[in-house]
């Protein structure tokens, strides 16, 4: 059996705030629903889904040039620095965030960029080079060289 939902935030493989999709019961009973990322689909609940995609494309890059635009000064670029406080070892008290990130961009580049965009393959937990994938839109992603270095 499938139930239809609405997705509240972006969810990898399925879709984006906004979309309605039919996912299996079990699925959105006791993941989806619960973590808040949709909520469930009626025929009211079109206005819904009209001011989240209202919202979702103020918050995204206007036009695919703008993103390639956007991809070609972030890829030139020197890696993005990172400081952060380091215990023995070079392994750091946390981990590095995709705000981090988003605001190391901004700072040092002047690109604002979407921490929801912001996509680490593994938790950055060590100081050293990284690459980390920007979506920055549908078909435009940026592959982004971060530096994470100790704070002083």
């Not at 025929?43 to 036009?63: L, N, P, V, Y």
């Not at 991809?71 to 070892?89: F, M, Y």
Request: hydrophobic letters at 45%; a positive charge.
């Amino acid at each position: 059996m499938a139930t239809k939902l609405i997705l509240t935030h972006d969810v990898e493989h399925l879709g984006a705030a906004g979309d309605v999709v039919e996912v299996k019961d079990g699925y959105a009973r006791n993941y989806l629903v619960p973590r808040g990322l949709a909520t469930a689909w009626s025929k009211g609940a079109q206005k819904q889904i009209d001011q989240m995609a209202a919202a979702r494309r103020k918050r995204e890059i206007a036009s695919i040039d703008d993103a390639r635009a956007v991809r070609d000064v972030l890829q030139a670029a020197a890696p993005v620095t990172i400081s952060a406080k380091v215990g023995g070892n070079g392994r750091l008290f946390g981990a590095v965030s995709t705000s981090d990130i988003a605001e190391a961009v901004k700072a040092e580049l002047g690109q604002t960029i979407d921490r929801r965009r912001v996509v680490i393959a593994s938790p950055i937990k060590t100081t050293g080079d990284y690459t980390v994938v920007i979506n920055l839109h549908n078909e435009v992603t940026a592959n982004l060289k971060v530096r994470v270095v100790a704070a002083k």
